[in-house]
């Protein structure tokens, strides 16, 4: 009896043990299910991701025409995701090759799909017919970017029309263009000029870049395609100086309302970017991010600036100084400065420089100095000027044989007049 009865309480102790366990394992399932369930709690802050900010802050690039295009081809290589690239083209062929998320081929009834024909006027009224195509493409932007090669028909034509559609929307709009080259022809010159000052009307910011100037600064066995990239470059830099200025929280902050206030009805303008390592960081960063080779404009003159510093944590309040007194120095006047600093702390030994420069000087182009000759020594004879044979450079003695005697010397010189020429006598 003592062992049934001991065998049932042993069974019972087991039954509990085996039920216990089951319970236990049933609530360790539902915790871990309930802790699916639930968010996990916030780490640590960290950097917050350039693409999640730029949800709020929407840019645009626009390219106008075949130029325009193949910018945005190369801006498409960068994998900038955050961007929205847009080609408008006239030529369907050329579209069709563009790697922009959106392609708008314009003014098909008037060109087939052909282009333009290197006439601006086709090109406008391309961009006209198809205005309800662009202003559905461009809205909801906060800023625009507009390129576009000028000098043929549809980057002539139509950019300053995106232009005016986008000032429509109150959009803060930057045209990035280029100028051909000389050998290209008056006519296309010209064209260019014409283009530049309709687009100038339409824009906030207006960057020119000669495409001149590129055959200063470039080796003889320059390709053609690595030249042009030089000049796709400067749009990349325009973009990427913008967008990291609004983007990128930084310890002292800039955002769109300061490039706004800085861009707004600028005119011509400069924007760039320099960065420097070493013991002469700050001077290098500053001198690179306000000049570049390719621009038509000077810093000099400047009314307006917007300085963005990003360093790493070893950047000092002194570098910072030495890069605002060294863009301000290059303005050479009061100017309405606004600033921000970002701090990353994978940068080492390293800052780069971003500058918005705004209404300023057209660049001269520098002649050369002639040297100045020495005035010729002349008399004048029946309105007629001769050169005098007197003059001390060319005198037969030097200056040591000034002692020869005063008859000897005036026999020289009535020698050297019979052979000069007499002069000519005209009738009038």
Known sequence: MKKKRLARGFSKILDYKEELIRDTSADIIDKVENQNNVDELPKKPTKTPKKELQKFVNIKVVGVGGGGNNAIREMAKQEMNSLDLIAINTDLQALSLSQAGQKIQIGKSLTNGLGTGGNPEIGKKSAEEDKDKISKALEKADIIFITAGMGGGTGSGASSVVAKIAKQYGILTIGVVTKPFTFEGKKRKLQAETAIEELKNEVDVLITISNDRLLKIISKDTSMKNAFEMTDKVLL??????????????????????????????????????????????????????SSPLLEVSIKGAKSLLINVTGGLDMCLFEINEIVDIISKAVGQDTNIVFGAIINEEMQDEIRVSVIATKCEKNIEEEVKKKELPKENYIEKDNIKIEDKFKLKDKLVDDKDLEIPAFLRKRMKDDISKDSPKPKKFLF
């Open 237 to 290: 830099q325009s973009v990427q100086a913008i967008a990291d200025l609004i983007t990128i929280p930084g310890l002292i902050n800039l955002d769109l309302a300061d490039v706004r206030a800085v861009a707004k009805d600028g005119g011509l303008s400069l924007v760039g970017i320099g960065t420097g390592k070493g013991k002469k960081k700050a001077s290098s960063a500053a001198k690179m991010a306000i």
